[in-house]
Antibody, heavy 126, light 107 residues
Framework: EVELVQSGAEVRKPGESLKISCKASGYDFTKYWIAWLRQMPGKGLEWMGIIYPDDSDVRYSPSFQGQVTISADKSFDTAYLQWRSLKASDTAIYYC???????????????????WGKGTTVTVSS | DMQMTQSPSSLSASIGDRVTITCQTSQDINNYLNWYQQTPGKAPKLLIYAASTLQSGVPSRFSGRGSGTYFTLTITRLQPEDSATYYCQQSYISTRTFGQGTKVEIK
């Protein structure tokens, strides 16, 4: 079964660091992009960035560039999202999702997020 | 920056109704548009990709149309389990973006 299993809920104080994880199983981890998304309380989905585990090519949303670090370890089939110094405004649910691609006609690549983790709740409070 | 505008932001409909949600983009994205459904407390679920292709296992009462800058998601014969928030998302540019979501409630 194709699955993304995310690490458990975290509670931290402002200024602390944090690294959460997303472990893939059931498919070749190195051949699919993994995206990270944020959902603040009561709000919509925000795309943070994406990584290709085979070569660790990373793309960030301008809104999150410099605020977080996305990484992956293909030895462990795991992607990570990391903060150096958390703020209260980082309180949210964070999802990882696999991005798949289909090519129904030559040179037409359609990307979509077809497998999602259950989410990791991060609470930052003093 | 790609802007994506969904409407309405929420709606209430009865079981069996036909419901349509729209998504407009600030740039022409051809048909690089996906739709997701999120029920409370759950991760989003892919419904439709490439504007109109139904993801495997998704009921046929869901359909998508559109190209360019205007897209629709239609639910025919609304069911209780369709109570959820629906998001459009573009995959035309490498920095993906979502619409703000449409909450569908059952009367």
């Amino acid at each position: 079964e194709v699955e993304l299993v995310q690490s458990g809920a975290e509670v931290r104080k402002p200024g602390e660091s944090l690294k959460i994880s997303c472990k893939a199983s059931g498919y070749d981890f190195t051949k699919y992009w993994i995206a990270w998304l944020r959902q603040m309380p009561g709000k919509g989905l925000e795309w943070m960035g994406i990584i290709y585990p085979d070569d660790s090519d990373v793309r960030y949303s301008p809104s999150f560039q410099g605020q977080v670090t996305i990484s992956a370890d293909k030895s462990f089939d795991t992607a990570y999202l990391q903060w150096r110094s958390l703020k209260a405004s980082d309180t949210a649910i964070y999802y990882c999702a696999r991005e798949s691609v289909v090519e129904p006609t030559p040179q037409s690549y359609y990307y979509f997020m077809d497998v999602w983790g259950k989410g990791t709740t991060v609470t930052v409070s003093s | 920056d790609m802007q994506m505008t969904q409407s309405p932001s929420s709606l209430s409909a009865s079981i069996g109704d036909r419901v349509t949600i729209t998504c407009q983009t600030s740039q022409d994205i051809n048909n690089y548009l996906n739709w997701y459904q999120q029920t409370p407390g759950k991760a989003p679920k892919l419904l439709i990709y490439a504007a109109s292709t139904l993801q495997s296992g998704v009921p046929s009462r869901f359909s998508g149309r559109g190209s360019g800058t205007y897209f629709t998601l239609t639910i025919t014969r609304l069911q209780p389990e369709d109570s959820a928030t629906y998001y459009c998302q573009q995959s035309y540019i490498s920095t993906r973006t979502f619409g703000q979501g449409t909450k569908v409630e059952i009367k």
